[in-house]
């Protein structure tokens, strides 16, 4: 699946590549040249993203934004707790995923990450071990349930619980956190599969 989906964005778009999917394609000996490749910045990932604030209570969209929206720090969903933040981009093709929404949830005090994941009803157990595994902390909790009509795993979890969160961390960065960590969720998923 996985595997696929790199083997597609490196056909069509050999120049952008990231972290994750240079070491993806090293580790599988998916291009000859992938020593050679030059890993785009992080905040990179972003830059063509369809970008809305929306409301929380009515999900009506207050405003479009551009990237440069995604400088700022997260705790501006603190300071602006009616709002949330919804994301749409070519790279979540990748890791299967619609697009990923954020907000601060003020009765727990956490960053809730909010996403439709494109995978299987059948890899529910390996969904789930993963997760048990990786969120961080007595308090780490996530909300997993298929949806038939969509086919789609509708997923949340705070993003507090993920290695690599702190406080003070900008928008983009909380997005490449999560990028990074569903693309793990499913490169082992894959190999949960492979064997």
């Known amino acids: 699946m996985l595997r696929e989906r ?35 910045n992080p905040p990179a990932r972003f830059a063509d993203a369809y970008i809305e604030r929306g409301d929380k209570e009515t999900e ?66 390996a969904i789930r071990s993963y997760l048990d595994k990786t969120l961080q902390g007595d308090s780490a909790t996530y909300d997993l349930m298929f949806n038939q009509q969509d086919g789609l795993w509708e997923l949340n979890f705070a993003l507090d619980h993920l290695e690599g969160f702190q406080e003070g961390m900008t928008i983009s960065d909380a997005y490449s956190l999560i990028y990074r960590y569903l693309f793990l969720l499913i490169e082992t998923i894959d190999e949960v599969a492979e064997s």
Do not use: C
């Open 6 to 40: 790199i083997e597609k964005h490196l056909k069509e778009k050999s120049k952008d590549i990231f972290k994750e999917e240079k070491e993806y394609a090293q580790k599988h000996q998916l291009l000859s040249n992938a020593d050679a490749l030059e890993i785009k």
């Open 60 to 125: 009506e969209v207050l405003s479009r934004e551009t990237a440069d929206f995604l400088n700022q720090p997260i705790d501006y969903f603190v300071q602006n707790m009616k709002e949330f933040i919804y994301l749409e981009s070519e790279w979540f093709d990748i890791i299967g995923a619609d697009a990923i929404s954020f907000e601060f949830d003020d009765l727990f005090r956490t960053y809730d990450v909010m996403l439709g994941l494109k995978l299987p009803k059948k890899k529910e157990a």
